[in-house]
């Protein structure tokens, strides 16, 4: 009896695990452009909560494609209608970029937005990629 008790304990335990492990999974994103801008071979997922409660978790490549423009690219994300967070690249190269964005006052981020841009100096908009919605499911 005692070991049929623990055996389903077991069970119990691999089958909400395998649950947890699908939620938490990469997803791969579509890439994000606009002129002199991108961000590619980009992928997010949502951290559990034990994580940055529950952050939203951004990695790809951010490309400053307009080499003769002399303008820098960022990424921009954002969580909960927060403002804001912005990565840098560099100018006439390619960085790897692989950050946490976080709501520090709930357990859990629940949505984000996302978006490329190109910074054209102080007397130029910026050129920004759509905003692009995520949540979490």
């Not at 709501?103 to 910074?119: F, K, L």
Request: charged share 20%; proline share 3%; glycine share 10%.
């Amino acid at each position: 009896m005692r070991k049929l008790a623990v055996a389903a304990v077991t069970a119990g335990l691999f089958v909400g695990g395998m649950g947890v492990a699908a939620a938490d999974s990469w997803h791969d994103l579509a890439p994000f452009k606009t002129t002199g801008a991108l961000f590619a071979e980009g992928m997010y997922k949502w951290e559990p909560a034990e994580v940055q409660q529950g952050a939203f978790h951004i990695k790809g490549e951010l490309r400053d494609i307009g080499h003769g423009d002399n303008h820098n690219v960022y990424l921009l994300v954002k969580v909960h209608g927060y403002g804001w967070n912005r990565f840098n690249g560099v100018q006439k190269k390619s960085v790897w970029i692989d950050k946490l964005v976080h709501d520090g006052a709930s357990r859990y981020t629940n949505t984000a937005e996302v978006r490329v841009c190109q910074n054209r100096g102080s007397l130029h908009p910026d050129n920004c990629s759509p905003t692009r919605s995520f949540k979490r499911k």
